[in-house]
């Protein structure tokens, strides 16, 4: 079956791409994964299908790994499928549309060059990025003339710093960064970082008051579950019922939200709520920040070490399993709604929600696929419901001191090759993906604790106590160390429900 290209597009939707091609590069993006696909590219999509944007989109990833991706991107002449499935008004829907947004689709680490080019263009308006919370963060990197820059702030720092000199530091040729991690205040810690960068690399004073002054990083966020490339055999099916292959094919929920702090006037150049999408420019972010990363992405988080160590696949599948499925429940009603400064009524509602979209039966997202960067995950989504109690004195309860016993024995890995292994209490092999610095950490302290028989609360202390990995040292709350050991040694001993 040939796979996809323009040839299956209709001969108006043909015109459309003829005309995206040779349309100004207005936005940037930095992230080939499928959660801008499934959202950024896909907004942009449906409102140049609205005629209300008039650029076009250069993608390009944020790692050397991610070359694959971009260049199956370039070969499908920048088009992907993107199936919408779910409920809506009670209603199930599924929508299919071929997205062509991206203009150009290239590497940046081999062509650094057209980077740098693009960077300076004076189309340029918009930097879209998704590096997840592990990319999103500043670490010392040396600058080598001529060669590119692996960090993603690193990354935007020097070119902005080209864009500066370019223009002389003109007012109007600063950008707008939407970037999409989910950190609170993305857009500070972007511009944080990237400040850090400037500075290391001895940039000039009036450079960074440009880049205060003259760019904007504006905090965001994004909510959609996005999961991505299906199972194989609902991709078969659609394949065989579109008469093409898609390898780029993305999956995601039809609702959809993108809260931006920032004034509404910014509808004139990013018009996505003019398109009629759920945009919302809002003056705090604070709410909506806290109450999505706390309950919906705290309790993926919460779940997935457990699920994939009970041989559990999908989030639907680990809501609908007896224990983990109201341990879930129990642990976001009674130890993480508490934590939030909000009305509770409010909080519970969102949280039934939420339950509702894990259980949508037309898509099936994989605990694998969540678990991807769980150490920075649980940092951010969990460790502020845990710290609350701390903070108050109080011991840590049950479910969150569960949720982190299942994260350090999740992250009890092995090095195998190129991959990092853990096995499931049924003794499966699983890979796991995270920082390749946090999983060296990690590892090594396990392997140091096997090979001197070390007592199980020595290396639970010595992994809580790791800064590194937690930004702050988790030994020493009382009973922690305590609470996480008493349930690994039962796991240790086969007790596992
Ligand atoms: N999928 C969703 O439902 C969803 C919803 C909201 C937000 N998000 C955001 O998306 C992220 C996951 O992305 P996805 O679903 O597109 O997964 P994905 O695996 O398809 O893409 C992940 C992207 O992050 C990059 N990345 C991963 N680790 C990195 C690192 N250390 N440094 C730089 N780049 C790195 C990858 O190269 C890739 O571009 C989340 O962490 C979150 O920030 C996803
Ligand atoms: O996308 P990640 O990998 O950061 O996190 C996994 C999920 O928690 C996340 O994708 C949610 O589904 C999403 O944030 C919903 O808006």
């Not at 801008?36 to 993608?59: I, N, P, Q």
């Not at 840590?396 to 001191?401: N, S, W």
Request: with cysteine.
């Amino acid at each position: 079956m040939r796979a996809l290209d323009q040839s299956a597009l209709s001969e108006a939707d043909q015109g459309r791409l003829a005309e995206l091609n040779v349309s100004p590069v207005t936005v940037l993006q930095i992230g080939e994964g499928n959660f801008l696909r499934g959202f950024f590219d896909w907004m942009v999509h449906e409102s140049r299908e609205r005629g209300f944007f008039k650029g076009s989109v250069a993608v390009t990833q944020p790692r050397p790994t991610g070359k694959p991706k971009i260049e199956a991107l370039a070969g499908q002449d920048g088009l992907y499928t993107l199936v919408l499935r779910g409920l809506e008004d009670g209603e199930s829907v599924e929508r299919k549309e071929i997205v062509s947004v991206f203009s150009e689709a290239f590497d940046p680490y081999s062509d650094w060059t057209r980077m740098i080019k693009l960077a300076v263009s004076p189309d340029l308006r918009f930097v879209v990025s998704n590096t997840t919370e592990a990319g999103l963060t500043y670490r010392p990197e040396a600058f080598t003339e001529g060669a590119p820059i692996l960090s993603f702030p690193g990354k935007v720092a020097y070119l902005l710093y080209l864009r500066y000199l370019k223009y002389e530091g003109a007012a109007q040729r600063g950008l707008i960064f939407l970037p999409c991690e989910l950190l609170e205040r993305n857009g500070d810690s972007l511009r944080d970082a990237v400040l850090r960068y400037a500075n290391d690399w001895n940039y000039p004073h009036s450079f960074r008051t440009w880049v205060k002054k003259h760019n904007r990083f504006l905090n965001s966020l994004v909510d959609r579950i996005v999961t991505g490339y299906p199972d194989a055999e609902q991709a078969e099916t659609w394949f065989s019922e579109w008469g093409y292959r898609d390898d780029m094919l993305c999956t995601a929920e039809p609702y959809h939200l993108w809260a931006i702090e920032a004034e509404q006037e910014l509808d004139e150049e990013l018009p996505f709520r003019k398109a009629g999408l759920n945009v919302l420019w809002v003056e705090d972010l604070r709410p909506y920040q806290q109450r999505k990363v706390r309950i919906l992405n705290g309790a993926h988080t919460l779940m997935t070490p457990l699920g994939i160590l009970h041989g559990v696949d999908h989030v639907r599948e680990l809501m609908e399993h007896e224990k983990l499925g109201a341990f879930v429940r129990a642990t976001v009603s009674d130890e993480i709604i508490p934590t939030l400064p909000y009305p509770e009524n409010e909080m519970r509602a969102y949280a039934d929600t939420v339950f509702e979209r894990y259980l949508n039966p037309y898509i099936r997202h994989r605990l694998a696929d969540i678990a991807m960067n769980s150490i920075s995950k649980f940092k951010v989504r969990l460790i502020p419901s845990l710290a609350y109690y701390e903070e108050r004195g109080e011991p840590v309860p049950a479910g969150l001191v569960q949720g982190l016993a299942g994260l350090l024995r999740y992250y009890r890995v092995r090095r195998s090759g190129e991959h990092y292994e853990g096995t499931t209490f049924e003794g499966q092999r699983y890979s796991v993906r995270d920082d390749a610095r946090a999983l060296e950490t990690i590892s090594s302290i396990w392997d140091k604790a096997d090979r001197l028989s070390e007592p199980l609360s020595d290396t639970i202390a010595r992994l809580l106590a790791e800064q590194s990995l937690w930004g702050r040292d988790l030994s020493s709350w009382p009973s922690l160390t305590d609470s996480v050991t008493a349930i690994m040694a039962r796991w240790a001993e086969g007790e596992i429900q």
